[in-house]
C-alpha cells in the first residue's frame, strides 16, 4: 500500500506543517503494474532519440535534407539507411496505399 507520510516539523520554518498519516494514494494492483512495467522499460538514450525522431520523420513525409539539418549533419550525408527503421506495418501500408488500386 503507498501511503503519505507525516513530514516532521523544520526547525527553521515559523510554521510546523503536519499531514495526515495514513491517505491511499495508489492500490497495490495499480502499483504492481508500474513498478512491473518500469523494470522492463528500456532506458531511452540520446542516440535512441535520434533513431526514433529520424523514423518518424521519415514517416510523416519530412524530406531527406530537412531532416539531416535538423539533426545536425552536414549536407550531403545521406543518413536515411542508417537512421531510418521500417516495420512490417509500415511496408503493408504503403503497399496498401501505393500499389493496390
Known sequence: MVTEQPQQSVPFCIFSIWQNTEILLI???L????????FLAEPITFHRARHSFRTIAAKKGIRDGIAERIMGHAEGNDIK???THL??????KEMRDKWII
Open 27 to 29: 492500490s497495490n494492483d
Open 81 to 83: 539507411d542508417i537512421y
Open 87 to 92: 516495420h512490417d506495418e509500415d511496408i503493408v
Open 31 to 38: 502499483r504492481f503494474y508500474f513498478t512491473f512495467s518500469l
